[in-house]
């Protein structure tokens, strides 16, 4: 049985992983965290009585083995610190680390013994777009992205667009975007290493990418959506025993399917 913490449990996936750890019997949700909750109004959050609830990183005491954070890009650093330094395996699906973020929590898994993993996307679909990108762009590398997302997205551009850029630069190298006049600021995106970037947010959508590749007299669009947020559950079922079981601390879904 592998004992979880859900970090964000109050949120949308926070919700969600504990409908699914509740609903495997290989897991065991033993404690919740999510700072401003009243612990005396938790009902119907899918807590049962064996549950701690925590509204503070300083007063979190679990036996938990396995740390699944869904909060936001401001704290999941702290969080994911604070798991592997009190030797709990992360398994991170929050948005929004910088590459220097990700290696610094690395090194100190790394320096623990203390494995785990990061994914920008649970989503199955998500994971084979970026595959699918990877292996386009090594014969059409003229190629820009476009990511939808629900209006209360904190971040842009989402982690799966970063995650997806940098697997495409790993190919083709960088390589400038054509240069356009803007008249109006930032119409053409943001820019990684040549490979521009749009981000929507706008209510009704989940999530959800394009990648479009353009070459002479012919283009190639590679789209994923995840409609529901149930659909990124199968991954994170995954992740919670591989994350259990690891010493090193693993970015990307791929790397354990
Ligand atoms: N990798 C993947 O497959 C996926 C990743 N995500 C990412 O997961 C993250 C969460 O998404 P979502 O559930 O939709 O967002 P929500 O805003 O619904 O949930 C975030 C939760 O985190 C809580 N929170 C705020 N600060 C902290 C903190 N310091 N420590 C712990 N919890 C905190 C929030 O509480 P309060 O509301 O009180 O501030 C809220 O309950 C985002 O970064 C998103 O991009 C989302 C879907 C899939
Ligand atoms: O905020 C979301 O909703 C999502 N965030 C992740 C991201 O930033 O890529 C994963 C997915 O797109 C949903």
């Given at each position: 049985m592998i004992k979880v913490l859900v970090a964000g449990f109050m949120g949308s996936m926070g919700q969600k992983t504990v409908q699914m750890v509740n609903e495997n019997?290989?897991?065991?949700?033993v404690g919740a965290y999510n700072p401003?909750?009243?612990?005396?109004?938790?009902?119907?959050?899918?807590?049962?009585?064996n549950v701690k609830l925590f509204s503070s990183l300083d007063d979190i005491e679990t036996d938990a083995d396995v740390w699944v954070d869904f909060t936001i890009p401001s704290a999941v650093f702290g969080n994911v610190k604070f798991a592997i330094e009190h030797g709990i395996h992360p398994v991170v699906g929050t948005s929004g680390m910088t590459t220097d973020q990700v290696n610094q929590l690395q090194d100190l898994a790394a320096q623990k013994h203390v494995g785990g993993i990061i994914a920008p996307n649970f989503g199955l679909s998500a994971v084979l777009l970026m595959k699918f990108a990877k292996e386009a762009a090594k014969y059409m590398p003229d190629v820009e992205i476009i990511e939808m997302h629900h209006?209360?997205?904190?971040?842009?551009?989402?982690g799966t667009a970063m995650s997806t850029a940098q697997m495409i630069s790993e190919v083709r190298g960088d390589k400038p975007a054509p240069k356009s006049e803007e008249s109006?600021?930032?119409?053409r995106g943001g820019d990684y290493h040549g490979i521009k970037i749009h981000a929507v947010r706008l209510p009704g959508y989940v999530a959800h990418e394009q990648v479009l590749f353009g070459g002479k007299g012919e283009a190639l669009t590679i789209r994923q959506d995840s409609?529901?947020?149930?659909?990124?559950m199968n991954g994170v079922k995954l992740a919670i025993p591989a994350a259990a079981k690891a010493t090193d601390l693993i970015f990307g879904l791929e790397n354990i399917l």
């Open positions: 019997d290989d897991f065991e949700l401003g909750i009243d612990v005396a109004h938790m009902q119907g959050m899918g807590l049962s009585n209006d209360d997205k904190l971040d842009a551009p989402s109006l600021k930032g119409v409609f529901d947020r149930g659909s990124f």
